[in-house]
């Protein structure tokens, strides 16, 4: 389970101009060819962000911007999607010239401000379709999604007041004014569990994102479920990160200045502060709120009124257990011959704990643990895995491969290892 190595991330496209590769003599209104960006590199806030290449592309009236190998790495934490894509139909010639214009300025002068400024300009059929899709998303080199998918048209995904926005800048009063954004279907895959959801409604909700369908299904192990009425609410952590705050007050500022340069953010996120670790920390404890009025089986109600909430982290880690257990085909549960049980007996406190192991590791299903204890995963490369996780009243349990190493674990923890 070595961590696959991408490159690329969407935002630096418009930040920094490694070499445009398929350009033409002129940007006339009539220009019609792709623009093409190869290894792009930018680093902010102790991030780094590449892209192999970015594409945009128009054809029989459809309109493409298409990113491949993007990766945000800091110290110890990182980003990868093989392969993300915004498509549009309907789209004439001329906007796709005027957009593809002012992209090569954008690059040019290394600052989104001219792009922002046409994007609110230019027209757009309400009812052209569009699409985007990403492929193979990790974090820290575990797999989140195989692929995330939404559909459906310009007027409706683009909410009210975006134009505003985009041309006048950032200010708070025009991120409250903002309408939902609706989309026709969103599908997440991973493995052989694939989850669906029709007539999505995504809308501002104080300093959150609420989420709601009216109905959708889940396939996993052979099974199907159907919903209703699903509600997911995602809000800020509890306490938000003082640098974030100040970093987003100064980007709001450079855009309303129209100085969106990359120098420029790079400075404001290095003067708030802001860094790959404490922006990985902050989205870990975002928090959420997860319901359902009914779930089915083949037309008989497995749960009614089904409830949840807690951190991102602790859902992330619900959901790859249950997708590792339900896809492994058993080869995986070969290379991992060895397991480890972590407890913290005598004691109803939660502690935290530290160790690696020198080949490769997944969480198995924990015992209950009454903590709601979560355990970050690391993949080390050559150096193996590591694992920081909270254990309370219950156990976390592990297969691994090769020896295991305590690094930072309490006398009151103790790890029991055993061949699976």
Do not use: C
């Not at 389970?1 to 033409?24: D, E, W, Y």
């Not at 683009?158 to 609706?182: F, I, K, M, S």
């Not at 790079?266 to 975002?286: F, H, L």
């Not at 004691?347 to 979560?374: C, H, I, K, W």
């Amino acid at each position: 389970m070595k961590r696959r190595q991408f490159g690329a991330a969407l935002a630096t496209a418009a930040f920094s101009l490694g070499g445009v590769v398929k350009t033409t003599r002129s940007a006339s209104a009539q220009e019609t060819e792709p623009l093409q960006i190869e290894d792009v590199t930018v680093s902010f806030g102790g991030v780094t962000s590449s892209v192999g290449s970015a594409t945009f592309s128009f054809e029989d009236g459809t309109m493409q911007f298409q990113v491949s190998d993007w990766t945000m790495e800091g110290a110890d934490k990182s980003l990868s999607i093989a392969q993300a894509s915004v498509s549009a139909a309907d789209v004439s010639a001329e906007t796709y010239a005027t957009i593809r214009g002012a992209m090569v300025e954008s690059f040019s002068g290394r600052s989104l401000s001219p792009l922002l400024s046409t994007l609110a300009e230019v027209d757009v059929n309400p009812d052209a379709s569009v699409e985007v899709v990403v492929e193979s998303v990790e974090t820290d080199g575990q797999l989140v999604a195989d692929q995330i998918a939404a559909t459906g048209t310009v007027g409706s995904v683009v909410p009210e007041g975006t134009r505003a926005l985009l041309r006048d800048g950032a200010t708070l009063e025009e991120v409250a004014a903002l309408g939902t954004a609706e989309w026709s279907e969103l599908t997440v895959q991973r493995g052989s569990t694939e989850f669906t959801a029709t007539d999505v409604v995504m809308e501002r909700q104080g300093t959150g994102v609420a989420i709601s369908a009216p109905s959708g299904s889940a396939s996993a192990s052979g099974r199907t479920f159907e919903f209703s009425d699903m509600s997911l609410d995602l809000m800020p952590p509890e306490t938000i990160p003082a640098a974030h705050v100040e970093f987003a007050s100064q980007v709001r500022q450079l855009a309303a200045d129209g100085n969106l340069s990359s120098s420029a953010v790079s400075s404001a996120a290095e003067d708030a502060g802001v860094t790959a670790e404490n922006t990985s920390e902050a989205v870990r404890n975002a928090r959420f709120e997860l319901s359902f009025a009914d779930v089915t089986e083949g037309g008989e109600t497995v749960v009614s009124d089904f409830q949840t909430s807690g951190t991102l982290a602790e859902l992330l880690q619900v959901l790859r257990q249950r997708t590792d257990s339900e896809t492994g085909d058993g080869t995986e549960d070969q290379q991992l011959p060895m397991e480890a049980v972590v407890t913290n007996p005598g004691t109803d406190e939660p502690a935290n704990y530290t160790f690696r192991v020198t080949g490769d590791l997944r969480n198995l299903e924990p015992d209950e643990d009454a903590s709601a204890a979560t355990e970050e995963i690391t993949d080390l490369g050559e150096e193996g895995t590591r694992v920081e996780g909270t254990v309370g009243t219950g156990d976390d349990r592990f297969a691994f491969s090769g020896e295991l190493v305590e690094e930072d674990v309490p006398d009151s923890i103790q790890i029991e290892v055993s061949e699976r």
